[in-house]
């Protein structure tokens, strides 16, 4: 049946009718919706003139429905039930996704192998993962929370420092052991410097009381720290890289820290979700487990 050119009577009298032919009583119906009883019986002379008839009898001290009331009870009593179903799905559905924008480099290094733990300890949330290029807007109606830096982020959204972009020399075990180790940190220019931009090598190595060149980094320039990561793994240089995204690498022997000094980028990983989604559980969940996490990374 085509019901496009339908006319139903407004929603609220609607409303109304059900709470009163459930109660069978202005006063409690009116209690229920929390409106005055003289509102309820505006909306049920609205919908009785609507409709052209009768709902209630208004007996001496009770209330019946008429017969056209009674046919009508029932089947608005079900139509809102299923509205009611309806809507709590959508929203149950909406509220077991989290959905999280991450750096790439923090997604690939340190997140995914460890996303397992958090639909572990909250089973009734699916993750949804994308990743971004780096600075935070998760203001975006269809993000959760994003991970990004605090370099230059966009203002809005509420921001919670992770940990600080800390960078290190890092290197495989076969190359270390080609220049017969390195004892003192200019050693490390026997090898090749992978390098992300032009100065951070300059810095580290000042940072350890020994002044080098300007580009004194000449190899490969990589655009991010996983392929840098990478690249030393395979054995192909020396990387400056964030030891908290290689510690299985670290344990497993694949890439050795031959030095302690770490180079501060003044740069920090932030959680970041906008004001109208900090109370939501899957939002505060994601929140506890992932500084809960770094807590645990700390104590390691």
């Known amino acids: 049946?085509?019901?496009?050119?339908?006319?139903?009577?407004?929603l609220p009298a609607i409303?109304?009718?059900?709470?009163?032919?459930?109660?069978?009583?202005?006063?409690?119906?009116?209690?229920?919706?929390?409106?005055?009883?003289?509102a309820v019986s505006y909306q049920i002379k609205l919908l009785e003139d609507r409709i052209g008839t009768a709902l209630f009898r208004r007996l001496t001290r009770k209330l019946a429905l008429t017969e056209a009331g009674q046919r009508l009870a029932q089947q608005v009593s079900d139509a809102l039930a299923g509205l009611a179903d309806a809507f709590s799905t959508v929203r149950t559905g909406e509220n077991s996704v989290l959905r999280i924008k991450a750096m790439y480099s923090f997604a690939t290094n340190w997140l995914v192998p460890r996303l397992g733990r958090f639909t572990q300890a909250y089973p009734l949330y699916s993750v949804r993962l994308e990743?971004?290029?780096?600075?935070?807007n998760s203001a975006a109606d269809e993000i959760d929370v994003e991970i990004g830096s605090d370099h230059a982020p966009r203002p809005g959204p509420i921001l919670e420092k992770l940990m600080?972009?800390?960078?290190?020399?890092?290197?495989?075990?076969s190359l270390l052991a080609s220049i017969g180790g390195a004892?003192?940190?200019?050693?490390?220019?026997?090898?090749?410097?992978?390098?992300?931009?032009?100065?951070?090598?300059?810095?580290?190595?000042?940072?350890?009381?020994?002044?080098?060149?300007p580009g004194i980094a000449r190899g490969l320039?990589?655009?991010?720290?996983?392929?840098?990561?990478?690249?030393?793994?395979?054995?192909?240089?020396v990387a400056l890289l964030v030891p908290e995204f290689f510690t299985d690498e670290i344990a497993a022997?694949?890439?050795?820290?031959?030095?302690?000094?770490?180079?501060?980028?003044?740069?920090?990983?932030?959680?970041?979700?906008?004001?109208?989604?900090?109370?939501?559980?899957?939002?505060q969940a994601f929140r506890r487990w992932i500084l809960g996490e770094l807590a645990a990374d700390a104590r390691l």
């Open 253 to 283: 022997g694949r890439l050795v820290q031959p030095f302690a000094q770490l180079l501060s980028t003044r740069v920090h990983y932030c959680l970041a979700y906008a004001k109208s989604r900090q109370h939501l559980p899957k939002v």
């Open 15 to 38: 409303r109304v009718f059900e709470a009163v032919a459930r109660h069978l009583s202005f006063t409690k119906a009116a209690a229920e919706l929390g409106v005055t009883q003289a």
């Open 221 to 237: 320039q990589l655009d991010t720290r996983q392929i840098m990561g990478r690249a030393a793994i395979e054995g192909q240089g």
């Open 164 to 173: 600080p972009i800390c960078l290190t020399p890092m290197v495989s075990p």
């Open 131 to 136: 990743t971004s290029a780096g600075t935070t």
């Open 183 to 213: 004892e003192r940190p200019l050693d490390l220019l026997k090898m090749t410097l992978l390098r992300e931009d032009d100065s951070a090598w300059e810095k580290w190595f000042a940072l350890t009381g020994h002044r080098v060149p």
């Open 1 to 10: 049946m085509d019901r496009t050119g339908l006319s139903l009577p407004p």
